[in-house]
């Protein structure tokens, strides 16, 4: 039944509110026969921050990833959100059509009243938390099949496993931002319309290639020439890779209509130690420093600072040591990346420990906080350490 505004007038009374306090127009909520049904989980609210809010309204969409093993997520063109289910006291109503009190002031309505049917109700919503994309697993598909060059008898076989962007937006749980960007970081490049990461041999022949004929060219790292090299290492290898290799440890950039690259030789020299470092387990920090330095180019500089998140220094070993630790082969969860650490080495100092757990940071969140959350200080010899909150197995 419909309510009369005498009717309405009466219950503001009882209720003991004064109608001049309030706007003239009123709803009058009633549930429709459909309305028990829209509790079933056909609808969900979302709850958005205005940024979000103002990229729907712009027609830009938002995407829901996750496998069934997965902890879906919600991502926007270029961040990434947990997805959490909130629980709330207060029923929430679906009402279409329903008009704010802002649209009601500006209808100016007159003792109006509004029969309004309630669609649907919830006790709950989504509530997204940003958070870092989830981008171990990009890594993981790629190196399933990793490019080793055009002459490959793998690159013959069909029915190897090859990525197309789609492929990976389908699977990876990040924005489409995020991911293009981790592409950039492991050096990944499309070949014939699939991402691949070069094997690693592969990508240090390219780039003794490169450094080879800088030095018998006597040309400056800081301007190598791409068409040069294009044209004196093309019976060599594919094109699309030197200019690749080029891209991967150089700037890029266009002086009177030709086109340069600027080495970077922290990053060459970088690679170079991981080479050195992936074929032994540990090595003795004084010969390595020595080795490392010779099979640079000449005019190269090493420092164990160019090592940052690749590398693990032992001071207190006798002689000192060095290990290769690579920061992208811990685990994402946090838990499991402290534990891994920790499994590893029983105490750190921060100064050992930040690189392996920059990552970890979220917005406004420190190493500080993170080492205070998963584990314990003590001072060793006047030098404040971490070790774990929990055994380590």
Not at 96 to 102: A, E, F, V
Not at 158 to 165: C, F, L, P, Q
Not at 246 to 265: H, I, P, T
Not at 334 to 349: I, M, P
């Amino acid at each position: 039944m419909k309510r009369t505004r005498e009717e309405v007038d009466a219950t503001l009374q009882i209720a003991k509110l004064n109608a001049a306090e309030l706007l003239p127009a009123v709803h009058c909520l009633g549930f429709g026969p459909g309305a028990s049904g829209a509790d079933t989980g056909d609808f969900c609210l979302l709850e958005l921050e205005p940024t979000l809010c103002q990229q729907l309204e712009d027609g830009h969409s938002l995407v829901i990833r996750g496998d069934k093993d997965e902890q879906a997520v919600l991502c926007s063109k270029d961040k990434t959100y947990d997805l959490k289910i909130a629980d709330t006291s207060n029923m929430l109503l679906f009402i279409p059509g329903c008009k704010t009190p802002d649209q009601l002031k500006k209808e100016d309505s007159h003792c109006n009243i509004i029969h309004t049917e309630i669609f649907g109700f919830s006790n709950n919503y989504w509530e997204l938390r940003r958070c870092r994309p989830k981008l171990k697993k990009l890594k993981k598909l790629l190196m399933e099949n990793p490019y080793e060059g055009p002459d490959s008898q793998k690159e013959k076989d069909s029915n190897s496993s090859k990525y197309t962007t789609e492929d990976l937006l389908d699977q990876i749980q990040a924005s489409e931002e995020e991911i293009m960007t981790q592409l950039q970081v492991l050096n990944a490049c499309e070949i014939g319309g699939y991402w691949r990461i070069l094997e690693f041999d592969y990508e240090m022949k390219l780039l003794n290639h490169v450094t080879q004929l800088v030095d018998s060219e006597s040309w400056s790292f800081s301007k190598v020439p791409l068409n040069t090299c294009l044209q004196e290492l093309g019976p060599l290898e594919p094109g699309e890779m030197i200019e690749h290799c080029l891209k991967c440890y150089g700037k890029k950039y266009v002086d009177e209509g030709e086109v340069y690259f600027e080495l970077d030789a922290d990053k060459i020299c970088r690679t170079t130690a991981q080479m050195l470092l992936q074929n032994a387990v540990k090595f003795n920090l004084a010969e390595f420093q020595e080795v490392w330095q010779q099979s640079v180019p000449e005019g190269m500089i090493t420092s164990l600072d160019q090592l940052t998140g690749l590398a693990l220094v032992d001071r207190h070993s006798r002689p000192e040591i060095i290990s290769l630790l690579k920061v992208d082969d811990l685990p994402e969860d946090n838990q499991e990346r402290f534990n891994s650490l920790f499994s590893l080495r029983e105490k750190w100092t921060e100064e050992d420990i930040a690189p392996y757990i920059q990552d970890l940071c979220g917005e406004k969140q420190t190493i500080g906080a993170l080492l205070t959350k998963y584990s314990r200080s003590s001072m060793q010899n006047g030098v404040k350490v971490y070790n774990s909150r929990r055994p380590i197995s």
